[in-house]
């Protein structure tokens, strides 16, 4: 149960003035559901305005504070902007514009004859001096003369920094006080605020100590979590399996197993002989076949009498592991299934009775697997694939169905720095497939200017027409799904009009079963091209792709730019990717992209991208993707994970766990970061 000095946090937003259905969709979109989500709602930055007498003392490009007086309204014809000319104390001209359909707001706020506060940026167009949608337009100096230094926060389509900020400062208002859950001495050392003065700084834009501490905030909760994680999991009695290696030994496998492949499955093997369940990460690049580990794993089990299950990610990534691992195993006798949430009726129902009754040995499919309503005679081997975007731990409450706890193996394609490793997996045993299997071909790699776009369309030409595939994947336009979405569709309909029926277009918003038919017309060869935005980052194998394209490659975290180019590079045909990159560059992203065509190694690229990134590039939201945290930075994981980590191992094994003073304030930061399940793991036993 929450304790109920957070209950007023998690209230949904709808309890706001001014949320009705209307806002509350574009906040979900931001994932602000509840008031908490709003005191955690982060600003990106912050404006610093001057207020200034009349226009002769502001610089063009300033965001400044003014008084105004309107001489006239003209409107332009058809969609041209609507403009308000006015004038400052000292008759300078300035022209207020407004684009779309503001022109209503526009009247209402600065009617002719009338002296405003307006607060924005000056800027030039042409000869005149001119402010484009000011942020604030007020008839007495109070209001905006308050907004000297101003939170600019992420947004979706359907907010304004008004109403964001408007929202978050009522959100405030309900911050309860909450015991302090720091290590006292940690506390002292780096002097920082309390939890409820640390958000309202943060908020403010006092920033460093404040931030960090919220940052530190985040880390020790997650840290916490995976120790209770842990400790439970020693707790845990599983079944010991050893094999006999009978069919492990009728596998008829088209090649020999590498070094890596052997050592981790040894490890493998060794841990799940043992009574206590197993907790292991298997990492490994794209490509570094981390599949058949995964069989062998599973067959383990198997020759022990008992099931075992692949959780994979998305329905496309089970269906293809499923029909792989189905490949594999002609011959052996062993019983495979697929079940996925859109298996319904009779062919559920036969599913389930042979998971429930053993003669299914293993189970591949989405989280369906775990659902309440599926059984199993003796799961003894979980095994979670592309474990990459959130932390293990609720995915291993899903695991534990029925009295023992199985082996898990988590296996990420995700080559993260140690650091994040820790972050992201605890104290997990880690196996690592650093050797490729043999006779793979680097790909070649280019960074390619955008103005070069017909060479591309044209490479593209020449490539189909050899009969084999290519990838286009779209650009990151801007933090608006929707924007990603058009820009797709635009490059989806050019392409379409140089290759027709060849191409196909595939996209996050698609229903599952239009992605997977898209997909299918890929996979099976009937279309020549994928337009994609990222959603082919996890998963797919269509060995005859050898060509991507990656479009405004800049803008892509390097974790991810790799794991793209890791869908090229699969079959004996050498493979080409292009980077697309706009015309000006900042200095890291040069770096970044001239690092991505230097190298294939996912590991050295994972810890040189921390480094430029710890340079203090600003990094946009997209690619926090590249964490499981919301609040801390790279930096901030890097400089304060280490502490974290140390201070929750001592509450745990120190200082009582979760009970005692502190133990309670700790509860409510679990809580509070929604690891609440590191709390239910302890109820568990
Ligand atoms: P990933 O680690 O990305 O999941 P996969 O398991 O899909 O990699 O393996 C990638 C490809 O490499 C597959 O086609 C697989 O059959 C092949 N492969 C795996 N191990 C070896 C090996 N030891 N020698 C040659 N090819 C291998
Ligand atoms: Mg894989």
């Known amino acids: 149960m929450r304790p109920e000095a957070l209950n007023c946090l ?127 337009v007020s008839e007495d100096s109070a209001a905006p003369v308050g907004q000297l230094c101003e939170a600019v926060y992420p947004l979706s389509e359907g907010l304004t920094q008004g109403r964001v900020g408007g929202l978050v400062q009522q959100a405030l208002k309900v911050l309860p006080e909450l015991a302090e859950w720091i290590e006292p001495s940690l506390y002292d050392k780096m002097k920082w605020p309390a939890w409820r003065e640390a958000v309202m700084e943060a908020h403010r834009g006092v920033n460093g100590p404040a931030r960090d501490r919220l940052a530190y905030d985040e880390l020790l909760a997650n840290a916490l979590a995976l120790m209770l994680v842990r400790e439970s999991n020693r707790r845990q009695s599983g079944t010991p399996l050893k094999g006999d290696g009978a069919l492990r030994a009728k596998l008829k496998l088209p090649f020999a197993l590498t070094g890596a492949q052997k050592r981790s499955i040894d490890e493998i093997e060794g841990d799940v002989a043992q009574q206590a369940p197993m907790l292991r990460l298997l990492q490994g690049d794209v490509g570094a076949g981390k599949t058949v580990v995964a069989l062998n794993a599973m067959l383990i089990a198997v020759e022990a009498g008992a099931q075992a299950a692949l959780l994979a990610p998305t329905e496309i990534l089970a269906r293809q592991h499923y029909e792989t691992l189905a490949r594999m195993l002609q011959g052996t006798g062993v019983e495979i299934a697929l079940l996925t949430g859109r298996d319904k009726g009779k062919a559920r129902e036969a599913i389930l009775m042979g998971l429930v009754g053993g003669s299914i040995d293993i189970v591949v499919g989405t989280h369906a697997i775990f659902q309440d309503t599926v059984s199993y005679r003796n799961l003894a081997l979980v095994v979670i694939d592309e474990q990459h975007r959130f932390g293990v731990g609720q995915r291993l409450m899903l695991a534990r169905k029925g009295r023992r706890t199985p082996h898990t193996l988590a296996m990420t394609a995700t080559p993260i720095p140690r650091t994040l490793t820790l972050a992201q997996y605890g104290e997990m045993e880690v196996s690592k497939l650093d050797e490729l299997p043999p006779g793979r071909q680097a790909i070649d790699t280019r960074v390619v200017s955008v103005e070069r776009m017909g060479d591309v369309v044209g490479a593209i030409a020449r490539h189909i027409e050899t009969g084999q595939q290519a990838y286009w994947v779209c650009p990151m336009v801007s933090e608006s799904e929707n924007d990603d979405l058009a820009a797709a569709e635009a490059r989806y309909a050019a392409l379409k009009e140089r290759f027709g029926e060849d191409v196909v277009l595939v996209h996050g918003q698609l229903k599952p079963e239009a992605k997977d038919a898209g997909m299918e017309r890929f996979a099976s060869g009937e279309a020549s091209v994928l337009v994609a935005t990222t959603v082919i980052e996890v998963g797919v194998d269509v060995p005859n792709a050898t060509l991507m394209v990656i479009e405004q490659a800049e803008r892509f975290g390097l974790a991810q730019l790799h794991q793209l180019r890791g869908r090229v590079g699969r079959g004996s045909e050498k493979s080409t990717c292009l980077l697309l990159r706009g015309q000006q560059l900042s200095e890291t992203a040069r770096q970044r992209l001239a690092l991505m065509r230097e190298t294939q190694d996912g590991f050295r690229l994972a810890e040189e991208d921390l480094q430029l990134r710890g340079g203090g590039e600003l990094l946009g939201t997209r690619q926090s993707g590249d964490t499981p945290f919301r609040i801390a930075s790279l930096e901030q994981i890097t400089k304060l994970l280490p502490l974290a980590h140390d201070d929750a191992r001592l509450l745990i094994e120190r200082d009582g766990g979760l009970t005692g003073p502190r133990g309670e304030a700790a509860r409510l930061l679990l809580y509070l970061f929604e690891r609440d399940w590191g709390v239910q793991l302890l109820r568990g036993g």
């Open 10 to 136: 998690f209230v949904e937003t709808d309890s706001l003035d001014g949320v009705g259905p209307k806002l509350k969709r574009p906040l979900e979109k931001l994932g602000l559901t509840r008031l908490r989500d709003l005191v955690y709602h982060l600003p990106d930055r912050f404006v610093e305005r001057r207020a200034v007498t009349h226009l002769d003392k502001a610089n063009v490009g300033e965001n400044v504070i003014v008084q105004l007086t309107v001489r006239e309204h003209r409107a332009s014809s058809g969609r041209g902007p609507f403009r308000v000319v006015t004038e400052d104390a000292l008759g300078n001209i300035c022209t207020i514009t407004y684009f779309g359909r503001a022109s209503y707001t526009a009247k209402k706020q600065l009617p002719v004859g009338e002296t405003r506060w307006v607060a924005g940026r000056l800027d030039q167009y042409g000869q005149m001096l001119q402010m484009v949608h000011p942020e604030h």
